[in-house]
Structures are given as structure tokens and as C-alpha cells.
């Protein structure tokens, strides 16, 4: 799972710097960002040290931003900010007394990631939210509304594409895989702001 998010990604970013003008490479890309913010919500349903695993994102998150910025040639925050806040978030539910009182934190995490143009924003923090309560075609619903309102919103209609990999995933979880992490880890965690690096650094040589 974590191949295919690395390599849809990597060829949306490629599409989306060098070649804009071939949609198909977007549309290839939106496969990745569900499978990430499913990884978060597994990541944080399993890790045995849940604070290492957010000061981990907040470092590939700080390490990313300056080629993040240099690749896209713009000043908005990068997706690992999104997925540690949705992390953030997750925590934060978990320690509540009752489940009413993560609607405002969901709504003002999902507002500040908004003001501080965090890559996907509040549409990521909802997706992850799907993944924590939803499974099977209840969830895949859930994605095609949010992409809806996504589209509507920021006029992107190849976002739809991004159900696939939500139905992908449902289908896996009736199967009943286990989505633990294989490979070397160092790939999986670096290869965002690797990627990225050397993207920036073909656009501006």
C-alpha cells in the first residue's frame, strides 16, 4: 500500500511542476492522499509511542516545508502539516469524556488548518475522520459527499478520482488485511521531502 501512495504521488508532483497540461498524471496522483490519511489513522491506531510518532510528522513536516515551497513555487504549508494535525486530533478525541465535544475541536482544527493553507486542509482532517469511524460502503459514501463539497468548493473535479483509493481500501478491510508496514521504514518516512528536493531542484537548474 505504501508503494503505491509513494509512486501516485510522485507522478502527480511531476505532472503538477512539469507537465500541468496532461491531466491524467493528476489524476493518477489522486490515489495518494487518501492512502496517507489512512496511514495516519492506522499509524496512530497501532504505534507503541504515540508521542514519537508525532514529533516524528512534525519533523518530516518542518524538513519538508523549504522544498515543499521551492518544488510548487508557493508559500502554503505541505500535507505532513495536515496529517500531524489530523494526529493531533485523533489524540485529542481519544481523551475526551464525551464524544459531542469533538465536534468543536474537529471544527476549529479544521478552521485553522484552512487560515494556515495546509495542503488539503480541512477536507484531509474530515478524511482521516471518515477512516476512524467508517468501514465499507458507509465509508466510501462518506468520501464521495466530502469529495463533493471538496469539488464544489475549489472547483477540482478530478479530486473524485480519490474514491477509488477509499474503495480500495474498504474492499482490503472486508478481506479483512492486516495494513501493517512493510519495507524499510526510513523510505516510507523520507521519501516525501526527498522527492520533493530533488524536484525543486530540476525546476530551478
Do not use: C
Not at 63 to 70: D, G, K, R
Not at 101 to 125: C, F, H, Q, R, S
Not at 127 to 146: C, D, E, I, K, Q
Not at 164 to 192: C, D, N, S
Amino acid at each position: 500500500m505504501q508503494w503505491i501512495a509513494m509512486i501516485t504521488m510522485l507522478i502527480d508532483h511531476i505532472g503538477a511542476v512539469f507537465y500541468p497540461q496532461i491531466e491524467e498524471l493528476r489524476i493518477i496522483g489522486r490515489i495518494a492522499f487518501p492512502i496517507y490519511a489512512f496511514a495516519v489513522y492506522i499509524g496512530y491506531k497501532h504505534t507503541r509511542n504515540v508521542q514519537k510518532y508525532i514529533w516524528r510528522l512534525f519533523w518530516i513536516a518542518v524538513i519538508s516545508q523549504v522544498p515543499f515551497m521551492a518544488a510548487f513555487n508557493h508559500m502554503s504549508l505541505n500535507v505532513v502539516w495536515t496529517l500531524w494535525t489530523s494526529l493531533l486530533v485523533l489524540l485529542a478525541l481519544d481523551k475526551l469524556p464525551n464524544r459531542l465535544l469533538g465536534i468543536p475541536i474537529v471544527i476549529g482544527a479544521g478552521i485553522i488548518m484552512e487560515m494556515t493553507a495546509m495542503d488539503y486542509g480541512m477536507y484531509g482532517l474530515l478524511l482521516v475522520m471518515l477512516f476512524r469511524y467508517f468501514r465499507g460502503p458507509v465509508l466510501v459514501l462518506g468520501h464521495v459527499l466530502l469529495t463533493a463539497l471538496y469539488i464544489q468548493l475549489y472547483s477540482s473535479s478530478v479530486q473524485m478520482y480519490s474514491v477509488i483509493a477509499t474503495l480500495g481500501i474498504a474492499i482490503a478491510q472486508y478481506y479483512g488485511a492486516g495494513f501493517r508496514l512493510k519495507g524499510p521504514r526510513w523510505i516510507w518516512r523520507y521519501f516525501y521531502p526527498a522527492h520533493l528536493a530533488v524536484i525543486a531542484i530540476i525546476r530551478w537548474t
